[in-house]
């Protein structure tokens, strides 16, 4: 089982966690709770575990939003910091937003309290109460077997809307789209059953050619539209075609630019149905353009997508919020492995066109010849003989490729580290991580291990190792390890050990989930570990000095323990030292050792302002806050949502408000353009 609902071991309460994710979240009771199985079919929402217990109140670790629902199902209340709610006797349930989604049934009254950084859900006195829970993994329900040839991938993508659990708005919702169904290559196409697309009237045509099936993949899933071969690339609704794919800029940048405003009205639309959020993109929209929000909500997607169509770009362009992924992948047969964790991600995908050419610009280090060309990529060869690629294209906050060569600025794919997440299981214990150090001069890097694990309601299990021999790295590589940090030197032949040199190519397993693997030229190790069994990593591509390898280090470390992905890591180390070319993931890079406690990482800019400090927030993806999650800045003078995805509009907050939000989740700050942690920063340090 996926999702487990325990009796808390250390205090009076239930601990809810997700044994695929390493995820949990602790309620604290006032006496011991002793669950007994529940019924998880009473719940409006899907779960994968439930039990039932009897408690007066539950007190949570931090505040997270409940969205408050009557016997009917409609939506009553949203409760979020400095929340004083009340809800007289009646039947309710109670959603909440925390890193495993939790759903509570009742009967009663209820009431719900919260400061800054507390919430206590009360129910009068001791009543028994129903408690489901679902993890935000999502597994593929089946695979495809495709071969190469254009139709049978088509025939291929057309099976990733039967993912969709539902053709509404709120698809939108990254918790709602599901995982389309995973792709093998073989001699024959083999669809099984019940992997059919929704009957939404909608098609997409293309090309016969994998490039423009592989540009039009993530569309198809969202809209759960059938692939088709046609004349030119468009989308149609009930055979009347909507929109042309194609034109100057091309077939990808139309998808992009479909994709975008279909899903942003969505967005705007699913206010209408049972999350009647405030939503800040909402109220922007309605003072450009009159829409019939909600005989859009109710319309069938065909005309829906038909409707959203007539809107004009200008309306809608500037209000998406920045996409948090694009994918570049090759044309090659290959790539079409990765097509469904792309749209799982909802990425934006370009395809890599052959022969760019452009200027030279300066190598990434330790290397002599790079290329810098437009669009999408640009190649070059290094000393060592190896391709390596810059990729541009779509804009987005993180980028990944899969080609031929190495991605110097995104994260190098590997269909092995998609299969490894997929395939793995965390254990219901404390987060594992094992700290090596082969190299005394990086050794202020490793510390004392005080790197990972200061998160009260997050228990990790952290060991420094120091002068590791081959024998017991080849140890640590098989156990079931959520993360590996090694500091050392890396060479061609392997892992620098005090008897030798440790290759990866030679390890019988490897147990470990995600590492960092910070000495020069690592990049070779590192994709090893990934094809032996490994999800994802960071990694160097040439060679770096040991004073800023260990500030690298250290603070990747805390972001990772701070709840961000591999990608999103670098991404906000990249804000700080010079990264690019440098450093570089492998594997899958979406991947996170911890969770977010906000539940979406950020990034908070205070700067002064004419009546107080101007605040600039930056979302970064994670599971369960992809595209289409929701945000919303812990300050109560900020009483709207806002979509993920980069930088949030700048508001303006007085001096108390920038202290109380600083101090919320240590989150890293730039404080008038220097990068601090945000609990560190005093109000004296305030511009």
Not at 390 to 419: C, K, M, Q, T, Y
């Amino acid at each position: 089982m996926s999702v487990e609902l325990l009796a808390a071991e250390d205090r009076p309460g239930l601990t809810v966690v997700d044994r695929i994710e390493g995820r949990r979240f602790p309620f604290t009771t006032r006496r011991p709770v002793d669950p007994d199985p529940g019924d998880d079919g009473q719940f409006r929402d899907p779960v994968d575990a439930a039990v039932r217990c009897r408690v007066g109140e539950l007190e949570l670790p931090y505040v997270v939003a409940a969205y408050v629902r009557d016997a009917d199902g409609e939506m009553i209340g949203e409760c979020h910091e400095f929340a004083d709610r009340a809800f007289p006797d009646g039947e309710y349930e109670v959603e909440l937003a925390a890193p495993v989604k939790v759903y509570l049934r009742v009967a009663g009254p209820l009431a719900i309290e919260s400061t800054s950084d507390e919430m206590r859900i009360s129910f009068g006195e001791r009543r028994r109460i129903d408690v489901g829970a679902r993890s935000f993994h999502e597994h593929p329900a089946a695979t495809v077997t495709a071969t190469a040839a254009p139709e049978d991938l088509m025939a291929t993508v057309s099976t990733f809307g039967s993912a969709l659990k539902t053709t509404s708005p709120e698809r939108s919702f990254p918790s709602l789209r599901g995982h389309p169904p995973t792709v093998e290559l073989g001699d024959a196409l083999s669809v099984p059953d019940g992997v059919a697309p929704p009957e939404t009237g909608l098609c997409v045509e293309v090309p016969r050619e994998r490039a423009a099936v592989y540009a039009v993949a993530t569309l198809a899933h969202y809209l759960g539209a059938r692939v088709r071969p046609g004349p030119e690339p468009r989308l149609l609704a009930d055979g009347e075609v909507l929109r042309v794919l194609d034109g100057p800029s091309g077939l990808e940048r139309a998808v992009t630019e479909t994709l975008r405003h279909l899903f942003l009205l969505d967005c705007v639309v699913r206010t209408e149905g049972r999350y009647r959020l405030d939503l800040h993109e909402r109220r922007r929209l309605e003072e450009r353009v009159d829409l019939p929000l909600r005989d859009l909500y109710h319309a069938p997607i065909a005309e829906r997508t038909r409707r959203y169509l007539d809107v004009g770009a200008e309306a809608v362009d500037d209000l998406v919020p920045r996409w948090t992924l694009a994918t570049h992948l090759s044309p090659s047969p290959d790539a079409a492995e990765l097509l469904p964790y792309a749209a799982n991600a909802l990425s934006l995908i370009a395809v890599e066109r052959p022969g760019s050419d452009g200027d030279r610009s300066a190598p990434p280090p330790g290397y002599d010849a790079f290329v810098e060309a437009g669009e999408p990529v640009a190649t070059g060869d290094g000393a060592d003989g190896e391709r390596y690629v810059h990729v541009s294209g779509p804009d987005a906050i993180e980028r990944a490729w899969f080609g031929d060569g190495r991605a110097v600025n995104a994260n190098d794919l590997h269909p092995a580290g998609a299969r490894n997440r997929l395939a793995g299981e965390s254990s219901d214990g404390p987060v594992e991580i094992a700290l090596v150090c082969n190299d005394e001069r990086m050794a202020e890097e490793v510390g004392d291990g005080d790197l990972y694990g200061d998160r009260e309601e997050l228990p990790f299990e952290v060991d420094v190792h120091r002068e590791v021999t081959r024998e017991r790295l080849r140890s640590l590589l098989a156990e079931d390890l959520d993360f590996l940090h090694y500091v050392g030197h890396v060479e061609r032949s392997g892992l620098i050990c005090p008897d030798g040199a440790l290759d990866a190519a030679g390890l019988d397993a490897v147990g470990v989930d995600t590492f960092l693997l910070n000495g020069c030229r690592s990049y070779d190790q590192g994709r090893l570990l990934v094809e032996e069994g490994a999800v994802g990593g960071i990694v160097t591509h040439g060679a770096v000095d040991d004073a800023n390898a260990t500030a690298v280090g250290r603070l990747v470390a805390s972001l990772l323990n701070a709840g961000y992905s591999l990608r999103s890591a670098l991404a906000v180390v990249g804000r700080r030292y010079a990264v690019e070319g440098r450093y570089d993931v492998v594997g899958d890079g979406a991947v996170q050792i911890a969770q977010s406690e906000s539940g979406t990482p950020n990034l908070i800019s205070v700067s002064s302002a004419e009546d107080g400090y101007e605040v600039q927030i930056t979302t970064y993806p994670a599971l369960g806050t992809a595209m289409g999650a929701c945000y919303t800045p812990h300050t109560p003078s900020v009483d709207r949502h806002f979509l993920v995805g980069g930088e949030l509009p700048p508001f303006e907050l007085s001096l108390p408000e920038v202290v109380n939000l600083l101090s919320l989740e240590r989150v890293p700050a730039t404080i008038d353009g220097e990068l601090r942690w945000s609990t560190d920063v005093s109000p004296a340090d305030l511009p």
